[in-house]
């Protein structure tokens, strides 16, 4: 039995905007924390830790987004460019700062040297492909954004290259989350 078309009122929208901001701010909770813990990398520790959790908030957002580009619907162009390109710069930022700190990660009597002596195995497989997998959502993240400028408005998207932006979006997207996890990993088993 259908109960017809359900749309959101405006006390629904309040609340559940209101939800998602609650959420955001108990989630940069974690990495804020970084900016007090004692120790030389707090700074880097924390910028990174921010950046990383703005770049998957927003790329999880543009993967509702990316849903209806796949599938041929229409969707508002201008307001996703510029969620393409916050995204991407989010992600260029994560990229900085985690080269930043991972200067410390492999310096001497860094996490790498107590990771390699605790839990080799963790290290040769787990960071090796996180340093890897951290590195490609941004040049994903940047070439739909350049598709979405370049092809994009004021001509409608064509279905073949929105679909591409769609799936570049959601291919992005998992290995962001992939390289966050195991970032959260690394972070509960040795601080920078």
Not at 103 to 125: E, S, T
Request: net charge positive.
């Amino acid at each position: 039995m259908s109960s017809g078309p359900y749309t959101h009122d405006h006390f629904s929208k309040i609340l559940i905007r209101g939800q998602a901001a609650i959420a955001l701010l108990l989630l940069l909770l974690l990495p804020t924390a970084n900016f007090f813990y004692p120790t030389a990398y707090s700074l880097k520790a924390g910028l990174h830790g921010v950046c990383a959790i703005l770049a998957v908030v927003a790329g999880t957002y543009l993967t509702h987004r990316a849903l209806p580009l796949v599938r041929g619907l229409p969707v508002d162009q201008t307001s996703l460019r510029y969620w393409l390109l916050t995204a991407t710069l989010l992600n260029l930022a994560g990229a900085i700062s985690g080269n930043w700190i991972y200067m410390r990660y492999r310096g001497q009597h860094g996490p790498r040297d107590w990771i390699l002596q605790q839990v080799p195995a963790f290290h040769n497989v787990l960071m090796e492909f996180k340093e890897f997998v951290s590195l490609f959502p941004f040049p994903l993240m940047l070439s739909a954004t350049f598709l979405l400028y370049y092809y994009g408005l004021p001509n409608a998207l064509r279905r073949d290259i929105a679909r591409f932006v769609g799936v570049t979006i959601l291919v992005s997207w998992s290995f962001l989350l992939l390289g966050f996890a195991a970032g959260l990993i690394l972070a509960k088993l040795r601080f920078v």
